[in-house]
């Protein structure tokens, strides 16, 4: 995990920078209002990122903010396994991300990006397309 603090760098920047930083292998990054010394506001920004990756992270960070250093340390990870499943839908077929952990189902979550896609084409409630997906998948899933 690395993670830099500025009070100088333009706001808009950050957009570009985060899009620099998944592209650069970053698994997630985020934006931190934090209290600087002397009292200044700033923006804490924290990437995500597996060792293998790292050094192209810190090229970003260096070419694209403002910061002169970044502190790094390690985390670990404990994560689901997960699997995409296409579930059949009264708005045709969705795809949902299954999380399981000792292949009991934890977590199920719709395509949001698909989601979208459908309750745009056919004019229907975006909520709506997500519940159906969601429903569809516990009874096929279990």
């Known amino acids: 995990r690395t993670r ?3 009070d100088l760098m333009n706001p808009q920047l950050y957009e570009h920078v985060m899009e620099r930083l998944f592209e650069a292998g970053a698994l997630d990054v985020f934006l ?10 700033g923006i804490q920004l924290s990437a995500i990122v597996t060792e293998k990756h790292i050094v192209g992270v810190l090229d970003v960070l260096f070419a694209e903010t ?25 708005y045709g077929q969705i795809g ?25 084409e056919q004019g229907v409630p975006l909520k709506e397309v997500c519940q ?9 899933i279990g």
């Open 4 to 6: 830099r603090s500025s």
């Open 32 to 41: 931190t209002p934090i209290q600087m010394k002397r009292g200044r506001p």
């Open 66 to 90: 403002t910061t002169i250093g970044v502190r790094t340390y390690p985390t670990r990870r404990w994560k689901l396994g997960r699997e995409s499943v296409m579930v059949e839908t009264s």
């Open 96 to 120: 949902v991300k299954v999380a399981r952990r000792g292949g009991a189902v934890m977590n199920i979550t719709p395509e949001y990006r698909e989601c979208l896609r459908i309750a745009s």
């Open 132 to 140: 159906t997906a969601l429903e569809a998948a516990r009874a096929q």
